[in-house]
């Protein structure tokens, strides 16, 4: 019994600050709002889906993983950003100098801004990263690579604006 009384106890001063959360954010109790605009495609090689799904990525993990009420401008925080690459390079090379794995590889530049608290603001790039077999052509494994990349840009992005990681 005593047991659970400080448990309980533990939990209430962790959650009675505000600040801090069980899902790993740290959003000031001030901060109600959260405006995510569409992040624009600027990178030279076209792939017409990936601005879509990265800002719906985006917003469904805001959406799964904070309080905060998503609206169409004017939030307490605000994150927008441009994808700037969109490129595949040889990841390695057979004794042969063929390549035997290609890498394709997203970067994303974001700029975060907290109005409430401008210390927090950030304009940042961040890059990730997939391998695939070069028997493949891109066009066969671009789908399921794009949705791998775009997890853990998503996770880095959201780590990066309210997690403070």
Not at 64 to 91: F, H, N
């Amino acid at each position: 019994m005593k047991k659970l009384a400080l448990i309980i106890a533990a939990a209430l001063c962790l959650t009675s600050c505000g600040i801090y959360s069980f899902s790993g954010t740290s959003i000031q109790p001030d901060v109600n709002s959260i405006t995510i605009n569409f992040i624009e495609y600027r990178a030279q090689r076209v792939n017409p889906s990936l601005s879509n799904d990265l800002t719906e990525a985006i917003r469904n993990k805001f959406r799964r993983m904070t309080r905060l009420e998503q609206v169409e401008m004017d939030g307490d925080m605000e994150i927008s950003g441009q994808i700037t690459g969109y490129e595949i390079t040889t990841a390695a090379v057979t004794a042969a100098e063929v390549a035997a794995r290609n890498k394709l590889t997203v970067t994303v530049k974001i700029q975060f801004s907290d109005k409430k608290h401008p210390e927090e603001d950030f304009d940042k790039s961040f890059s990730a990263y997939s391998e695939y077999d070069s028997t493949n052509t891109i066009d066969a494994v671009e789908s399921a690579l794009c949705e791998e990349i775009i997890e853990k840009l998503v996770e880095d992005i959201f780590n990066a604006s309210v997690a403070q990681w």
